[in-house]
Each structure stands twice: as structure tokens, then as C-alpha cells.
């Protein structure tokens, strides 16, 4: 209503009916706003100055490097398993497994949410899944051991995703959300491609498992110090 420019009485007694319906205060008046009726804003300029600067570049190496991990474990996995002895079934079984648990990472993600705050449940996750990953690359070559890694690196990884999306409404206000979710997203595609090249490049060099895991981990790590010091907005534009 506000954003329409519907600052008229009729616009605060629907504002206000809403507002009922959530159980929350009435106002009796519009909030203030800056957002100015009929005036275009620059939302890149917005979006990647002032204020909005440093948490539009937080949350788009978090989400960029979430995704080369990502998409390394996605894409490889089943490969690296095959070439470690095991056949292609037992290889689809165990990324099978890895996407359910991440079902369950992410359901838990969202209750933890409740108690504490988004931003410190998905940067604890992404931690993990740093753990998770480099303990992977270290671990002998016992199929036990390789299934439990795995299943708690997809419970970790990929259940923190879900956490990096959700964080676009605190962090960007109305004017610019759009933009700045659209632009995330789109830096995290470039993770998504870069990553599994990059694990490609290493496994055709030859490269040690534990090595080129520990590499392909690091990002995980980037992007929860990356979340962690993203503040919730405060302000809105």
C-alpha cells in the first residue's frame, strides 16, 4: 500500500485491517518512508553504495562460494567414488542420500532459525560442511566411513543453501529486493559453473584427494565468515 503511494485514509484502514489480521499494532499514521511517489531510484547505485554496499558484497561471495562447493560435491561425487573402486550404483545411492539429508539439514535450519538467528544457523552450517568436506578428502578408503562423511557433508552443504536465499529479505529492503535477489542469484550461477571446473582441472592433474578437497572446502569456509558478517538491515531505502 505504501509502496502504490496510497498514503490516504482509505489506504491506512486497509493498511490497518492487514495489520489486524497479523495480530499486530495498529498505526495512525503511514510509517515514514523515503521511498518518494513517482520517483525512479537507481537500485544498482543503491544497491552498491552507502550502507548497501558492504551487505550486497557479503551475500554475494557467500552464496558464490556455497556454490563452487556446491556443485563440486553435486558434480563429482559420484565420479570420485566410482574411481575409488565402488560401483555406479552404490555411487548414486550415496548422492541420493546426500540431497535427502539435505532435506533434513534444511528443515532443521529453519527451526533453529526460531531460537537463534538465520544468519548464525547457516554460517554454523557452512562451517561444518568445510569440516565435513576436508575430513572427506582425508578419510581412508572404507565405504562406511565415505557414507557417513557424506551423508552429514549433504545434511551441512546443502541444508545451509536454503539459508543464503532466505537472508536476501533481511538484508535488502523493498526498493532494491528484487534487484539485489536477482543479482545474488546470478553471482552464485558463476560459483555453480566455476567450481565444478575448477575440480576438474585437479583431478586431471592428478592432484591428492585430500588435497583438492581441502581446496574445494575452503569456499565453504569464505562464505560462513562471509554470512556471519552480514547485519540485518536497519534501515530501510
Known amino acids: 500500500i505504501v509502496l502504490k503511494g496510497k498514503r490516504d485514509e482509505n489506504g491506512l484502514f486497509k493498511l490497518n485491517r492487514l495489520l489486524n489480521k497479523l495480530n499486530i499494532c495498529q498505526c495512525h499514521t503511514f510509517p515514514e518512508s523515503s521511498i518518494i511517489t513517482g520517483k525512479k531510484h537507481n537500485t544498482l547505485k543503491l544497491l552498491f553504495s552507502g550502507e548497501m554496499l558492504k551487505p550486497t558484497l557479503l551475500l554475494c561471495i557467500s552464496t558464490f562460494m556455497l556454490m563452487c562447493s556446491f556443485y563440486f560435491l553435486a558434480s563429482w561425487m559420484p565420479k570420485i567414488l566410482v574411481g575409488l573402486g565402488y560401483s555406479t550404483d552404490i555411487s548414486i545411492s550415496i548422492s541420493i542420500v546426500m540431497n535427502l539429508l539435505a532435506i533434513i539439514g534444511g528443515i532443521l535450519l529453519g ?127
Open 111 to 237: 527451526w533453529l532459525s526460531k531460537k537463534y538467528t538465520l544468519r548464525i544457523v547457516t554460517a554454523v552450517m557452512l562451517a561444518l560442511g568445510f569440516v565435513m568436506v576436508t575430513v572427506t578428502g582425508l578419510s581412508p578408503n572404507n565405504l562406511p566411513i565415505l557414507f557417513a562423511l557424506l551423508a552429514f557433508t549433504g545434511f551441512t552443504v546443502f541444508g545451509a543453501m536454503p539459508g543464503l536465499y532466505a537472508m536476501a529479505p533481511e538484508v535488502f529492503p523493498p526498493a532494491v529486493r528484487a534487484t539485489g535477489t536477482g543479482i545474488v542469484a546470478g553471482i552464485a550461477r558463476l560459483g555453480a559453473a566455476l567450481g565444478p571446473y575448477l575440480a576438474g582441472l585437479l583431478i586431471a592433474a592428478n592432484t591428492p584427494r585430500a588435497i583438492y578437497f581441502f581446496l574445494l572446502a575452503l569456499p565453504l569456509l569464505v562464505a560462513a565468515i562471509s554470512i556471519f558478517l552480514v547485519k540485518a538491515r536497519q534501515t530501510t531505502i
